[in-house]
Every structure is written in structure tokens, then in C-alpha cells.
């Protein structure tokens, strides 16, 4: 139908609104979400009203045929008509989501609603009325078929609030941001007890759910259902069908993409469980006939399915290699390396970077696994931003979709409040299939800030030119683990004494060289991210120092947090090697000071996670255990215990008496005057004081 002008719609006061009489779950899910934005924004609590009713402004319902709502899924479109004294919206869906995405669509551009408003703290603007243009509207075709997120080591969201699993309070306000972002289907967290709310709350909101690779079907690990069993589909086949066919029974009502996979215990092949599958032509029969039989017993319970196949890991390089077979109706899901990249995965020090993407000649559809935020024990970005540009986001997706994997794409969202603006753009280019990086930035600024917009823009444009290239690839870009993980082995690697050959752990990220210039090689890096992380938040500075105070908080939790938070990891690592260095010398007090710097530096990183817990975000950061900021700190404390103990034991008062005594008193004290050991935070003070002013550091 085309665009035609009845008259304006204007929308003052207590608004009434006309809901259907049946109502979905999904629906009503939705309407809870607009009656609160009217509130906010007009400051009246709308009215609903079933059956007919002339004086509703608004109606909400199902398309009829007369509507000319497009015939296909999730399809929406808005109406006006005359039906009595004032003109009149309806908001109209092709089906249950079709009306959640009119609700929600209606809440964005009329009463200013951002997809993210909950996880940016928006600044809702109040209005005393609202205009509406009376024009038609029709939604365009989503780009992707089924888009959503994987709420993926999401520690945060766990140690939020106190009950374990997460309950309704912090899984609403993630599956409002997704449906808000136009997203239908989500895995709901890793590995949560089942008995939690997480699967029930997201079919009750309208979402397809789907599962993650390493729990087929959804189902019950199986040395959890069968402890003490050996975990082997050729020794029990049974025991696994069983576990298959109750998550089966469980779901069959539910809207659910199946993935069908076969991978061992604990996320990992699952020949480390059965070790007589040594060769890939074992490998890949034995999953492509678990795959099939999966598929087959899905097709006799479930009415028209939906399957996947998650290509990850070992999977996809069996398959890429000619040794899987899979039924002609399974989405093949393509994952990237973790950091953007549509490569195969590092594994420890092996980065083979093999095409993670349908050939040319791959027939049937396929889709995406996509991180914008990862946990490897390497680099990776868990508490900070995505260090990729916008540019490197729309480069990998759009050539991803343009190889026709753009049936599925599941994005990696993490704890979603670090996330934001990756997230953002992502949402775009599921929506529309691409996306012009510089009108996005300037919208996504000016829709969550009231100033000084190119000034943030700028900021966010380069806060990836401040990350650490660690590696020759565009994506080898330092997140907030490269601080932490590598440091942590390190230590433990100097501490056991095993010093004088390399840590092969750390070979993917200083190389195969000796153990003292692995650790000058990162000292390096450090250095130079020091200075580049230090400028970035000066010009955060000055850009912060001009705002209001609502944007101020919201610019300070959602830009210089990040960058705050990798200038304290990059000082505390780099000060580690500077100690690293006295050790080799033996100069153990300047070590020990130089130990002291970087824990001083690892917690000012403790320090920027409590100052973002303000208000609703009490706690959010306590449960950093991924990242471990913590357990940093006490590895390094450790160290400097160890490092004391060089020179200043046993008494521990040696190197206040050589460095710290007055002369006068050195030869005259008595003991029961003096010993009195200084705290390893004061002695290292005072040393730092005393070789700063003689020239020792």
C-alpha cells in the first residue's frame, strides 16, 4: 500500500490503546514494555482496552487480509484511518513477533525508546505530546533469517544480583534489548542449571532459542547424567539417544533452531574421550552418523524443524575436508577466530587461519557465529570493548554475507553493557545486510548523548587505533585478557624456575625465543600501549570535561572505562617486566619496587570496575572471574612476596637498614627499637622514594 496523508495524529495524556481479546505471551511481554515507555515519556499510564472501542488513538492486532500486510514472518506495518472523530494508528503484525517488533518499532521512533536505553542509561527525554505523521508503513525484509545472540560467558549477568541462576529481573532487560534490536532467537547462557529461568523467559518473549555447540540438542551433558561412565556414543549409544530424546520431548513445543552436533565432554573433540577415533575418516563418519540420527529423530516428533550445524572448531575442518556429510536442510553455522575474523580459531600456539566460510560451489544455507566479545586465555576482549573498527565489523559481515551465509547469524554478546556499540552495529547489518560506518556513529551518538557529538564520535573511531597490535594480522588486537592471562603464566613460569627455556604457552604472542625475550618482547608492546592508551584518555579527558552530568556518566561507563581499564592492565604487565629485568640483575629491591608498581597498577583496574557499579549497576563487575583481575593481583603479590624474600630476609629488615636507616643510626639502634618489619605496601614506597631521588630506578 502506498504512502498517503490523512492528517496528524497527535498523542497527549493518558492514551488509550486497543489490545486484542487472545493474547500471546510474547505480546503481552511487549505491551508491559510500551505502557512503561508512555509513562515515562508522556507521563501517564496509557489505557488498554479490548473489543471495539472508537476512542482508542492506538490499535494493536493481527493482520487481516484486507491490511496488505506482507504475507511472510514477522512482518509488521503501520495503518491510519478515520474510524471516528480523531485519526487513528494501528500498529499491525503478520503474527506474534510481527506485533512485538510494531510495539517495539513504534516505541523507537515516536517516544524515543533506543534498543539499548537500559544498557546506556538513555537519558529518556519527556514530552508533553507526540506528532504523528499519518503515513503508511510497511517493514522491510530483515537481512538475515534467524539473528540473535549467544549470552556467552556472561559472569557479569550472574554476579549482578543475588540469586543463582539469574532470574527475571536480569534476563528481561537482556531479551528487551534483543527483541528492541530487531534479534528472534538467543542461547540463553552457558551451561546454567536447568531448572532456571532463562529458556521458559525467552519462549515466553516471542524468541526462538537454539543451543551451543558443545550441548547438542540442548541436552543434558552426559558425564553429568552418567557419572563415572566413559563418555563413548560407540560403547553407550543408547544412554546418549536417551539424553536426545527427553531434550526432544522437552522442546518439540517450543520454537527452537536444533543444533545438531557431536563434540566431547567439555567443550572438546570427542575423540579425547574415545582415542580409537584416530583418523579423519573415522572422525567424520562417526559425526556425520550421530548428526543423521539426531536429524532423524527430531523429523518424527518435531513438526517442520529447523537444523544446524555448528561448523566449529574440529567440525569445520572435517567438513571443510570432505569428511562430513550432512542432510541438505541443515544450516551450516561458520564461525569466526574469536576476534572477528573469519578464520578458524588460534588453538594455544597453532593459528592456521584457515577460510571459515562456504565455498563458492557449497550448496544449501548457511550461516554465521559471530564474537564481538571473547574468553580464550590469550587476548581477548571479555570486560572491554571490541577492538576491531567499525570498518573491520562491516568488512567481515557484509563478505560474509556476500559468500550467502546470511541465513543465521548468532552474535557472541557477552555481558551486554561493555557491548553496546558493537552490538549496535551488528544489529544494522542483520536488519539491513549492510551499513555505512559514518552515518551509523553519528546516529548512535546523537541517539544516546545530548552533545558535543562529533567530539564522541572521534572517540569512539579511535579507540581501536589505541589497542595493542600483537600480532601481523588486522585482528591480532590486544583486549583486556592479553593483561592478565600471559602475565599470570609468566609469573608462574619465573616463579617455578623455569626461567632459563621459553614458556611455549606464551609462543603465539612473543614467539619461540628465550624466556628473558619473550618477556622483552612484551615489555615492548606494553610500552608502546602505555603511551597509546594514555593519549586516548587524555582526549577522553578533555572531551568528558565538557559534558552535562547525565552524559558525562554515561560517556564515563561507556567509553572511558575501556580505555581506563586497558591503560591499567598495560601498566601493571609492563611494570611485571620491568621487575623481571632487576631479578635477571639481581637487583632485588628494585624489583620488588617494580613488583609493587604493577600491582598498585592491576588495582586501579579493581578501582574502575567499582566506580561503573553505581546505582542499578551495584555489584555488576563482582564476579570478574574470567578476565580475573583478582587473581592478577594475588599472583603478583605473591611474586613480590617471593622477590622479598632475595636480600631482605630472614627478618625482613635488611633493606630498610641498608637503604632506608638514617646514617646516625645504623650502628647504634637496638633490636627490640627496630624490628618492627615494614608492610610490603610501605617498605615498597619508601624504596620507591629513595631510588627515585639516588638515581636506582
Known amino acids: 500500500m502506498g504512502n498517503q496523508i490523512i492528517e496528524q495524529l497527535v498523542l497527549k495524556g493518558q492514551v488509550h490503546i486497543q489490545i486484542p481479546e487472545i493474547q500471546f505471551s510474547s505480546v503481552e511481554h511487549a505491551l508491559r514494555m510500551l505502557v512503561r515507555d508512555f509513562e515515562t515519556v508522556l507521563g501517564a499510564r496509557p489505557k488498554l482496552v479490548t473489543g471495539a472501542y472508537e476512542e482508542a488513538e492506538l490499535c494493536i492486532r493481527i493482520a487481516q487480509e484486507k491490511d496488505d500486510i506482507p504475507n511472510r514472518p514477522e512482518a509488521f506495518g503501520f495503518r ?114 536447568r531448572d532456571g529461568i532463562h529458556y521458559k523467559l525467552a519462549v515466553e518473549m516471542g524468541l526462538w532459542v537454539t543451543h551451543h555447540h558443545a550441548e547438542p540438542l540442548g541436552a543434558e551433558m552426559f558425564l553429568r547424567a552418567f557419572p563415572g561412565r566413559n563418555a563413548s556414543y560407540r560403547e553407550a549409544p543408547e544412554l546418549f539417544e536417551s539424553l536426545w530424546a527427553e531434550a526432544i520431548e522437552e522442546q518439540k513445543d517450543m520454537k527452537v533452531l536444533w543444533v545438531l552436533s557431536f563434540r566431547g565432554q567439555g567443550d572438546a573433540p570427542f575423540w579425547h574421550n574415545d582415542p580409537s577415533f584416530d583418523t579423519s575418516e573415522k572422525r567424520g563418519a562417526m559425526i556425520s552418523k550421530v548428526i543423521r540420527k539426531q536429524y532423524d529423530m527430531i523429523g518424527s516428533a518435531v513438526q517442520n524443524p529447523v537444523y544446524c550445524v555448528a561448523l566449529y572448531g574440529e567440525i569445520a575442518e ?27 580459531r588460534r588453538h594455544n600456539n597453532q593459528n592456521l587461519r584457515v577460510v571459515s566460510l562456504p565455498a563458492a560451489n557449497d550448496g544449501g544455507k548457511d550461516g554465521l557465529y559471530y564474537h564481538v566479545t571473547f574468553h580464550d586465555l590469550q587476548a581477548s576482549n571479555h570486560l572491554t570493548m571490541f577492538p576491531g573498527s567499525s570498518n573491520f565489523l562491516k568488512q567481515e559481515i557484509e563478505t560474509a554475507f556476500d559468500a550467502g551465509a546470511d541465513d543465521y547469524l548468532l552474535i557472541n554478546c557477552g555481558n551486554i553493557r561493555p557491548h553496546v556499540y558493537s552490538l549496535d552495529i551488528l544489529r544494522v547489518l542483520w536488519s539491513d545486510g549492510s551499513i555505512d560506518v559514518n552515518e551509523h556513529i553519528k546516529e548512535f551518538v546523537s541517539s544516546y548523548y545530548a552533545s558535543h557529538h562529533e567530539e564522541l564520535e572521534e572517540l569512539y573511531l579511535s579507540y581501536t587505533e589505541a589497542a595493542i597490535q600483537y600480532g601481523p594480522h588486522a585482528d591480532d588486537l590486544a583486549g583486556d585478557e592479553y593483561y592478565h592471562h600471559p602475565a599470570r603464566q609468566m609469573i608462574g613460569h619465573w616463579l617455578q624456575g623455569k626461567g632459563v627455556q621459553p614458556d611455549a604457552r606464551l609462543f603465539w604472542a612473543v614467539g619461540d625465543v628465550p624466556f628473558n625475550q619473550q618477556v622483552k618482547n612484551f615489555e615492548d608492546r606494553l610500552e608502546q600501549g602505555i603511551k597509546n592508551w594514555e593519549a586516548w584518555l587524555q582526549k577522553c579527558d578533555e572531551v568528558l570535561g565538557k559534558l552535562v552530568a547525565d552524559d558525562l556518566r554515561r560517556a564515563t561507563d561507556l567509553l572511558r572505562f575501556h580505555g581506563a581499564l586497558h591503560l591499567s592492565g598495560c601498566e601493571g604487565f609492563y611494570w611485571l617486566c620491568r621487575s623481571y629485568r632487576e631479578y635477571r640483575e639481581q637487583n632485588y629491591p628494585q624489583a620488588f619496587v617494580y613488583a609493587s608498581e604493577s600491582m598498585w597498577s592491576y588495582k586501579k583496574g579493581l578501582d574502575i570496575l567499582k566506580e561503573a557499579e553505581h546505582g542499578k549497576w551495584d555489584r555488576f563487575y563482582q564476579a570478574d572471574w574470567l578476565t580475573n583481575i583478582k587473581s592478577t593481583i594475588y599472583n603478583v603479590d605473591t611474586l613480590r612476596r617471593f622477590l622479598r624474600i632475595h636480600g631482605d630476609s630472614p627478618d625482613f629488615f635488611l633493606w630498610y637498614k641498608e637503604f632506608l636507616m638514617p646514617e646516625t643510626e645504623k650502628y647504634i639502634y637496638l633490636e627490640n627499637t627496630h624490628r618492627n618489619p615494614l608492610s610490603d605496601d610501605e617498605l615498597a614506597h619508601r624504596l620507591k622514594r629513595f631510588f627515585s631521588s639516588h638515581g636506582g630506578l
Not at 95 to 111: E, M, Q, T
Not at 114 to 140: G, M, R, T, V
Not at 147 to 160: A, H, S, T
Not at 319 to 344: C, F, H, Q, R, T
Open 318 to 344: 572435517l567438513y571443510k575436508g570432505g569428511y562430513v556429510d550432512l542432510p541438505e536442510d541443515v544450516i551450516k553455522i561458520w564461525a569466526d577466530n574469536g576476534y572477528g575474523k573469519m578464520v578458524s
Open 80 to 193: 491510519f484511518n478515520l474510524s471516528g472523530k480523531f485519526p487513528r494508528m494501528e500498529i499491525i503484525g503478520h503474527d506474534d513477533l510481527g506485533i512485538v517488533y510494531g510495539i517495539l518499532a513504534f516505541s523507537k521512533k515516536y517516544l524515543g525508546m533506543q534498543p539499548f536505553w537500559f544498557w546506556a542509561d538513555q537519558s529518556i527525554a519527556k514530552l508533553s505530546e507526540i506528532e504523528i505523521p499519518c503515513h503508511h508503513y510497511d517493514a522491510p525484509v530483515p537481512k538475515v533469517r534467524y539473528r540473535g545472540w549467544f549470552v556467552n560467558d556472561e559472569v557479569c549477568l550472574i554476579g549482578w544480583k543475588e540469586p543463582y541462576p539469574p532470574s527475571r529481573e536480569v534476563w528481561e532487560p537482556v531479551f528487551e534489548a534483543l527483541l528492541r534490536s530487531g534479534g528472534n532467537m538467543v542461547i540463553p547462557g552457558t551451561d546454567l542449571p
